[in-house]
T-cell receptor, first 119, second 116 residues
């Protein structure tokens, strides 16, 4: 296990609703990245939060937003849900910043994901 | 734009045999590659990585080969075990030391099934 937890495990919503997904990062990590994984596809980068600020964003509309809290846990919010938002949402925590400079690889540790179904 | 793709969506291998999973990438500027393993109900798990200045890297029972000329990399798993059954993804990101906006660009994935 990676120490990264996500809640809820599964979620069913209807089109037009809003959803909040949560992620607790691994102890000592200050960076959280969110990915969307559609069925049968590889994960797609949504955005990353480093020390409570957005630190890069993928090709997702503004209705996908996020937060990172002082304890480095994070939320992903999706407004006006669409059917195509049905997917597995993964968060990954890592240690970013100067502490990562001397690492061989700034590995991202993934949580188990939240399965979102939009009806 | 960036894309990382795979040749085969599924692969079945007899237990004990070696397996090879292939991946093609289109961005010639890609310079750091990672293989991930994703088991059912779990998030991707890091297996092995390779920088663009290398052709080969070995880990425990795994070897990654990189051919920059044809923009292709492969993951070789030796003496496969039932626990190797999973979906395998290649991904590309920026190499260390770099921090900030380290998005991973994943391919579609190959489902590896080990036959007992």
């Amino acid at each position: 296990e990676t120490g990264v937890t996500q809640s809820p495990t599964h979620l069913i919503k209807t089109r037009g609703q809003q959803v909040t997904l949560r992620c607790s990062s691994q102890s000592g990590h200050n960076t959280v990245s969110w990915y969307q994984q559609a069925l049968g596809q590889g994960p797609q980068f949504i955005f990353q939060y480093y020390r409570e600020e957005e630190n890069g964003r993928g090709n997702f509309p503004p209705r996908f937003s996020g937060l990172q809290f002082p304890n480095y846990s994070s939320e992903l919010n999706v407004n006006a849900l669409e059917l195509d938002d049905s997917a597995l949402y993964l968060c990954a925590s890592s240690l970013g910043g100067l502490a990562a400079v001397h690492r061989s690889y700034n590995e991202q540790f993934f949580g188990p994901g939240t399965r979102l179904t939009v009806l | 734009g960036e894309s990382v793709g795979l040749h085969l969506p599924t692969l079945s291998v007899q237990e004990g045999d070696n397996s090879i999973i292939n991946c093609a990438y289109s961005n010639s500027a890609s310079d750091y590659f990672i293989w991930y393993k994703q088991e059912s109900g779990k998030g991707p798990q890091f297996i092995i990585d390779i920088r663009s200045n290398m052709d080969k890297r070995q880990g425990q029972r795994v070897t990654v080969l990189l051919n920059k000329t044809v923009k292709h990399l492969s993951l070789q798993i030796a003496a496969t075990q039932p626990g190797d059954s999973a979906v395998y993804f290649c991904a590309e990101t920026r190499p260390p030391p770099y921090f900030g906006n380290e998005k991973l660009t994943f391919g579609t994935g190959t489902r590896l099934t080990i036959i007992p």
